[in-house]
């Protein structure tokens, strides 16, 4: 019954901002931990950035700190990944999970269809 519905991605020139959106449902939104995964053509999909529903603490992977930043409404049931001075090895399928745990090792356990993020160079 766990549901992510991801929207907000497109084609950008690099440099440029998108603001992903993650709308959920399902389960106690603020018991867990919520996040983005990305998985380029060809390559292993890997955790972009989490918050944490503990202590709101967040992580993201070395190649997106600085330009990317993670926010959750929990009244809303929706998470938000905040994309500023995208680069074309930021192209990928972008999904929302439900973290487990939040950290360099991610956890988690579903995620949506995902959007899609291409930014040319």
């Known amino acids: 019954e766990v549901q992510l519905v991801e929207s907000g991605g497109g084609l950008v020139q690099a440099g440029g901002s998108l603001r992903l959106s993650c709308a959920a449902s399902?389960?106690?939104?603020?018991?867990?931990?919520v996040g983005w995964l990305r998985q380029a053509p060809g390559k292993e999909r890997e955790g972009v950035s989490c918050?944490?529903?503990?202590?709101?603490?967040?992580y993201y992977t070395d190649s997106v700190k600085g330009r990317f930043t993670i926010s959750s409404d929990n009244a809303k049931n929706m998470v938000y990944l905040q994309m500023n001075g995208l680069k074309p090895e930021d192209t990928a399928d972008y999904y929302c999970a439900v973290f487990w745990v939040c950290g360099p090792d991610p956890r988690y356990g579903y995620w949506g269809q995902g959007t899609p993020v291409t930014v040319s160079a």
């Open positions: 918050i944490s529903s503990s202590d709101s603490s967040t």
């Open positions: 399902g389960f106690t939104f603020d018991a867990y931990g």
